[in-house]
């Protein structure tokens, strides 16, 4: 990392959308990955059937129930880090970022950040999802906002989808391989 907080990807990028349920991590990370030109995928489509049985039914993950999860979504990252990728994934603690971390060590992370309340009207209009609106409490509660360390940004995502991957670009430099 320099010391301005920039730190160069050293090849194609190998982004983490983070943040909590509602926050477009899947809709900005698809965008993302289609301006970058690398692969998308979203870390919901790696759950095993129990944890999205049990998020559905409204009971919070625990830390043992996600590991197993992170380690597919490292195994995923590991498996792009050559030709780049975006993947959509809560990462709302540290110890999680550092196991992605230990998979993919050329990480960077897209913080998406918002209101309590702008994220709560999203969640309401995405009928039929398996994170049901009730969790969003517990989201909030594990968060861990990313540490000065942490190679990556932080984005409001008030704004239209269009203009989160335009800040994005623009606080980068257009050049995927920087994080302020």
Request: aromatic fraction near 4%.
């Amino acid at each position: 990392m320099t010391t301005d907080g920039a730190a160069p990807l050293g090849g194609p990028p190998l982004l983490v959308v983070m943040g909590v349920s509602g926050s477009g991590k899947s809709t900005v990370g698809a965008a993302l990955a289609g301006r970058l030109g690398v692969p998308f995928a979203d870390g919901d489509d790696l759950h095993p059937p129990a944890n999205i049985a049990k998020m559905a039914a409204g009971v919070p993950l625990d830390d043992a129930d996600r590991g197993p999860w992170l380690d597919a979504v490292g195994a995923w990252l590991a498996a792009h880090d050559g030709t780049g990728a975006v993947i959509a994934c809560s990462a709302l603690k540290r110890v999680y970022r550092d196991r992605l971390r230990g998979h993919a060590p050329r990480l960077r992370l897209v913080h998406l950040a918002g209101p309590r309340g702008t994220i709560a009207r999203r969640q309401a209009d995405r009928p039929g999802h398996f994170m049901p609106a009730a969790l969003l409490d517990s989201q909030y509660d594990a968060l861990e906002p990313l540490g000065a360390d942490e190679p990556g940004i932080v984005l409001d995502v008030g704004g239209t989808v269009a203009a989160v991957v335009a800040d994005y670009l623009a606080r980068t430099g257009g050049a995927p391989g920087r994080v302020p």
